[in-house]
């Protein structure tokens, strides 16, 4: 099926050379996350990345649903039969393909086809409870790769510490995703600072922009700082990257919420360098933990 299958002629033989030439790039988070990861565990990382960052683009797809769906069969049926794909492979090649690894792949999956629908949330829980299914599965993917006997109070942190995550990113993608019809601001939070989707992409937001975004933060930054509390009382070494990526996720926040007005005209991205020194920093304290 176009789209689905990658051409070995397009890419290196080896399956980790692609993974990295495919997440490791300018304005990836992950770029500057993985550094810090220990080498034995790093391929692990990058490989499970892999493959969640495949299923998550499909749900880009949105206006083109048979196209989506296509793509997601195919995935469901290549995480099963572990077909040739690098990121599958990379995944086979570094231990990854446990129960647990391949189950949560395949609750992404059905999570990435509930959000190709027209989805529109009453409450912030509502639309936090998205963030789990996705982000926060993605997390937990990656920590019961690393460890699949995790216990569940960890498993829960991780998945609450990767909505967090996804909500911030969803935060700073609230314009691009307006202008292309995707409307997920919860009706509660709506009402309360009376934005409509025309307003933001009109780039006006209206008197209460600031308090909206800064309030969307605030709820992100709470949950964030729970979850990464619970996680490190377990003191997991596989809850290290996660632990690591939180901190990312913490600058983003600082950078939405200092100037909201941004969100409006522009995809803030951190810099690298920035990400750099934060991801270094985090990793120094949890390495000074053990």
């Given at each position: 099926m176009n789209g689905c299958k990658v051409g070995r002629a397009e890419v290196s033989n080896d399956p980790f050379i692609w993974c990295r030439e495919r997440l490791l790039v300018p304005g990836n988070p992950l770029a500057a996350s993985v550094l810090f990861v220990d080498a034995d565990t790093q391929s692990l990382v990058l490989a499970v990345r892999a493959v969640v960052m495949e299923l998550a683009h499909i749900s880009e797809l949105s206006h083109e649903p048979t196209l989506a769906m296509a793509k997601?069969?195919?995935?469901?049926?290549a995480i099963v039969e572990n077909r040739a794909h690098p990121a599958l492979e990379a995944l086979s090649a570094a231990g990854g393909r446990s129960d647990p690894v391949l189950g949560g792949l395949l609750a992404?999956?059905?999570?990435?086809?509930?959000?190709l629908g027209n989805q529109r949330f009453e409450t912030t829980?509502?639309?936090?409870?998205?963030?789990?299914t996705l982000g926060?599965?993605?997390?937990?993917?990656?920590?019961?790769?690393?460890?699949?006997n995790t216990n569940e109070a960890a498993v829960e942190a991780a998945t609450e510490?990767?909505?967090?995550?996804y909500w911030m990113r969803w935060i700073r993608d609230i314009a691009g995703d307006a202008h292309q019809g995707r409307w997920y601001v919860p009706l509660?939070?709506?009402a309360d600072y009376q934005i409509n989707r025309q307003q933001?992409?009109?780039q006006t937001g209206g008197r209460t922009w600031v308090g909206f975004i800064r309030t969307l933060v605030s709820v992100g930054l709470e949950r964030s700082e729970r979850a990464r509390e619970a996680l490190m009382a377990e003191r997991l070494e596989s809850a290290f990257?996660?632990?690591?990526?939180?901190?990312?996720d913490r600058r983003l926040a600082g950078m939405l919420a200092s100037r909201p007005e941004r969100v409006l005209k522009i995809r803030v991205l951190p810099s690298h360098a920035g990400n750099v020194w934060v991801a270094w920093r985090r990793a120094r304290q949890l390495k000074a933990r053990r």
């Open positions: 997601l069969n195919w995935w469901r049926e992404l999956c059905d999570a990435v086809e509930a959000s829980e509502q639309a936090w409870r998205q963030c789990r926060g599965i993605a997390t937990q993917i990656e920590l019961l790769a690393l460890e699949p510490l990767g909505a967090a995550g509660d939070i709506q933001v992409i009109d990257h996660p632990l690591v990526t939180q901190a990312l």
